[in-house]
């Protein structure tokens, strides 16, 4: 099962146009804030996916929650924008949050800096920004074998 994992896309309706169509064997997408409203738009163009969505410090006025658990392909996802757990200043609190809630993989934005790591049992991914020449997603993929986990370069149209 693969996951698309994109961030901060403030606007870019495009990148996250192209970064759901380079992955069409993701069934689902999370999107970790700072573009709700572009997020909305394209979760209505791909009905076939499901799109798990928060807010983000940007998203002004967004009635979605500041943070979420799934559970995917057997595994416990805790996903946050990341401001609400002061990232820029490290991921203490989020990795306290994830293992708190039992979560196998933590996934943030607000950086605008990709990150993929593995923690003592914690899978953590920053995608990055989806905004601009230098945007970047992430992928995950959960199979019986296990997680991994990739950053990937948006590729321009």
């Not at 989806?130 to 590729?155: C, P």
């Amino acid at each position: 099962m693969r996951v698309l994992v994109v961030s901060d896309t403030h606007r870019d309706i495009n990148a996250l146009r192209r970064a759901v169509l380079n992955q069409p064997e993701a069934d689902t997408v999370i999107h970790l804030g700072d573009g709700d409203d572009e997020a909305g738009k394209v979760e209505r163009e791909f009905p076939q996916k499901k799109f798990l969505r928060v807010r983000g410090n940007c998203d002004w006025g967004s009635a979605l929650p500041a943070e979420g658990l799934a559970s995917i392909g057997g595994k416990r996802i805790f996903y946050t924008h990341g401001n609400t757990y002061n990232v820029k200043y490290g991921t203490g609190e989020a990795v306290t949050a994830a293992r708190a809630s039992k979560a196998d993989i933590l996934l943030f934005g607000h950086t605008h800096k990709a990150v993929s790591t593995y923690d003592n049992g914690l899978y953590i991914m920053n995608p990055g920004s989806l905004h601009g020449s230098d945007g970047t997603y992430g992928i995950i993929d959960i199979t019986g074998a296990g997680i991994v986990m990739n950053i990937v370069k948006i590729l321009n149209a």
